[in-house]
């Protein structure tokens, strides 16, 4: 986006026009712009003044257009030069006091593809915007300081990108070792954070799904550098990016409640569409729990994101597109009432309800989460037992290992394309039979054909074997076998 200034004589200071497109708040800058220039002691031209925002078929939304509009008007002045060599952002307080905005590490990614080497941003915005090489990033607390920077009047230092180190204040992760019992539940998390496999877990209220869906995040790799920085980038955008902070250093754990809109979900809004939780979650879990609470139209329009790893929203002189390269982590009810298969407590619900309640959760919907997991309720001996369980740390250990042999074939299992399929998934003859047992039995749809198929590579993988072996594929299909229990 380009600012444009124009100032001539025969006008007055209430003479003042923003062209091309702009929304409420760029339109409400004049009066900012004009307040922050006077209290910053640089005065206001008695002239009439006509700003263009250019290309002029694009809306322009946000107030990051205030500080390049007032450098804009304070180089038709005469009073700054050389603005035009710099990518500058940031929102007017009356006081010329410079607040910060939305998306700088995009813009910092821009500069440097269109070889502009130098960024001015607010202060807070500074960190986010200096881990993208090759471009200067200086961080201005107040309009006289931008003058000043861009008069060359005083040193000013670029911003430093913070160091990648662990964040002590960030969010505290549990541990497995937490969790009693539950072992068939704490294997299939293992397998799925080894492939980037999606998960749902089935069980009576009380079960532990919500506290094993929380303690995954703990069992995954750390995020790579080209990771933290896709990931950064989406939440810069959405501006819910922590003020002073640079790169993410912990995977995304996004659980929006079950009330959540469709636009809230998947991206969208009034305006310029916005990123929605599923990108929020991209290299990171999306937890949906009370999944048939979720209204069924936003459930549906999962499958989409879940398919092709993004989101696309268009507008009728816009498209957008925004990564969503998340795991899904969901838990339910076997019922409304909760009980229903429980050996212990009786179900109220009748036949009826129960299938109307599961009805809420699509066949294809369930083809694209590729474990189903019942998690029962805990026995008593197990709840009491003070034995010490597994460690994240060691669960994780065997999950990069897991990983690692996957970066050397350029994807994760769960991601395996279908043409390369049969060739990293090669059967002994005792898999072909117990795959087809399992595909005639179980009427299993081509695509969970390929799921348990890639369940299989990743629990060979974490058993450190080449060739996916029949006892690979009987606990793949071990994982599969919910889905037709519950909506047979």
Request: aromatic share 4%; charged share 25%; glycine share 10%.
């Given at each position: 986006?380009?600012?444009e200034?124009?100032m001539?004589?025969?006008?007055?200071?209430?003479?003042?026009?923003?062209?091309?497109?702009?929304?409420?708040?760029?339109?409400?800058?004049?009066?900012?712009?004009?307040?922050?220039?006077?209290?910053?002691?640089?005065?206001?031209?008695?002239?009439?003044?006509?700003?263009?925002?250019?290309?002029?078929?694009?809306?322009?939304?946000?107030?990051?257009?205030?500080?390049?509009?007032a450098?804009?008007?304070?180089?038709a002045?005469g009073?700054?030069?050389?603005?035009?060599?710099?990518?500058?952002?940031?929102?007017?307080?009356?006081?010329?006091?410079?607040?910060?905005?939305?998306?700088v590490?995009s813009?910092?990614?821009?500069?440097?593809r269109?070889?502009?080497?130098?960024?001015?941003?607010?202060?807070?915005?500074?960190?986010?915007?200096?881990?993208?090489?090759?471009?200067?990033?200086f961080?201005?607390?107040?309009?006289?300081?931008?003058v000043?920077?861009?008069n060359?009047?005083?040193?000013f230092?670029?911003?430093?990108?913070?160091?990648?180190?662990?964040?002590?204040?960030?969010?505290?992760?549990?541990?497995?070792?937490?969790?009693?019992?539950?072992?068939?539940?704490?294997?299939?998390?293992?397998?799925?954070?080894?492939g980037?496999?999606n998960?749902?877990?089935?069980?009576p209220?009380?079960?532990?799904?919500?506290?094993?869906?929380k303690?995954?995040?703990?069992?995954?790799?750390?995020?790579?550098?080209?990771?933290?920085?896709?990931?950064?980038?989406?939440?810069?955008?959405?501006?819910?990016?922590?003020?002073?902070?640079?790169?993410?250093?912990?995977?995304?754990?996004?659980?929006?409640?079950?009330?959540?809109s469709?636009?809230?979900?998947?991206?969208?809004?009034?305006?310029?569409?916005r990123?929605g939780?599923?990108?929020?979650?991209?290299?990171?879990?999306?937890?949906?729990?009370?999944?048939?609470?979720?209204?069924?139209?936003?459930l549906?329009?999962?499958?989409?994101?879940?398919?092709?790893?993004?989101?696309?929203?268009?507008?009728?002189?816009?498209?957008?597109?925004?990564?969503?390269?998340?795991?899904?982590?969901?838990?339910?009810?076997?019922?409304?009432?909760?009980?229903?298969g429980?050996?212990?407590?009786?179900?109220r619900?009748?036949?009826a309800?129960?299938?109307?309640?599961?009805?809420?959760?699509s066949?294809?919907?369930?083809?694209?989460?590729?474990?189903?997991?019942?998690?029962?309720?805990?026995?008593?001996?197990?709840?009491?037992?003070?034995?010490?369980?597994?460690?994240?740390?060691?669960?994780?250990?065997?999950?990069?290992?897991?990983?690692?042999?996957?970066?050397?074939?350029?994807?994760?299992n769960?991601?395996?394309?279908?043409?390369?399929l049969?060739?990293?998934?090669?059967?002994?003859?005792?898999?072909?039979?117990?795959?087809?047992?399992?595909?005639?039995?179980?009427?299993?749809?081509?695509?969970?054909?390929?799921r348990?198929?890639r369940?299989?590579?990743?629990?060979?993988?974490?058993?450190?074997?080449?060739?996916?072996?029949?006892?690979?594929?009987?606990?793949?299909?071990?994982?599969?076998?919910?889905?037709?229990s519950?909506?047979?």
């Amino acid at each position: 986006m380009d600012v444009e200034v124009d100032m001539h004589a025969g006008g007055t200071a209430r003479d003042f026009v923003t062209v091309g497109m702009p929304d409420t708040a760029v339109r409400e800058s004049r009066e900012r712009i004009k307040s922050a220039l006077m209290n910053s002691g640089f005065g206001y031209p008695n002239k009439s003044v006509t700003i263009n925002l250019a290309p002029a078929n694009v809306r322009k939304e946000g107030a990051g257009f205030d500080l390049p509009m007032a450098l804009g008007i304070l180089g038709a002045m005469g009073i700054v030069r050389g603005a035009e060599e710099h990518l500058v952002a940031g929102e007017l307080s009356l006081d010329g006091s410079i607040r910060g905005v939305r998306g700088v590490l995009s813009m910092a990614v821009c500069a440097r593809r269109l070889g502009i080497r130098s960024l001015l941003v607010p202060t807070e915005n500074a960190a986010e915007g200096a881990v993208v090489e090759g471009v200067q990033v200086f961080g201005i607390s107040h309009l006289s300081d931008a003058v000043s920077l861009l008069n060359r009047q005083g040193e000013f230092a670029a911003a430093l990108p913070k160091a990648r180190t662990p964040d002590a204040g960030g969010r505290e992760v549990s541990d497995f070792a937490d969790v009693r019992g539950q072992g068939t539940a704490k294997r299939a998390l293992e397998v799925a954070a080894a492939g980037g496999h999606n998960v749902l877990l089935i069980g009576p209220p009380g079960s532990g799904k919500t506290m094993l869906a929380k303690r995954l995040a703990g069992i995954l790799p750390s995020l790579t550098f080209q990771e933290a920085l896709e990931t950064t980038q989406v939440h810069s955008v959405a501006g819910v990016l922590s003020p002073g902070d640079g790169l993410l250093r912990e995977r995304p754990f996004r659980a929006p409640h079950h009330s959540v809109s469709d636009a809230g979900l998947l991206g969208g809004g009034a305006g310029t569409p916005r990123p929605g939780e599923v990108s929020l979650a991209h290299h990171g879990l999306l937890f949906l729990d009370e999944l048939p609470e979720f209204p069924r139209n936003v459930l549906e329009q999962l499958r989409q994101p879940l398919e092709d790893r993004a989101v696309t929203i268009a507008r009728a002189n816009l498209t957008l597109s925004f990564p969503a390269d998340f795991m899904l982590v969901a838990a339910m009810n076997p019922c409304r009432c909760g009980f229903h298969g429980d050996t212990t407590r009786e179900c109220r619900c009748t036949g009826a309800q129960i299938q109307q309640y599961l009805s809420k959760i699509s066949g294809p919907l369930l083809d694209r989460i590729d474990l189903h997991i019942e998690v029962p309720a805990v026995d008593y001996k197990e709840l009491r037992s003070r034995g010490e369980g597994v460690t994240s740390a060691e669960i994780r250990h065997r999950v990069e290992a897991a990983r690692a042999v996957q970066a050397g074939r350029g994807f994760y299992n769960a991601h395996i394309p279908h043409q390369q399929l049969r060739r990293l998934c090669a059967l002994d003859a005792a898999g072909e039979r117990t795959l087809e047992m399992a595909v005639r039995r179980m009427s299993l749809s081509a695509r969970a054909h390929d799921r348990i198929l890639r369940v299989a590579r990743t629990i060979a993988d974490l058993g450190g074997s080449e060739m996916v072996s029949g006892k690979h594929l009987a606990e793949a299909v071990q994982y599969r076998s919910l889905d037709r229990s519950y909506w047979s």
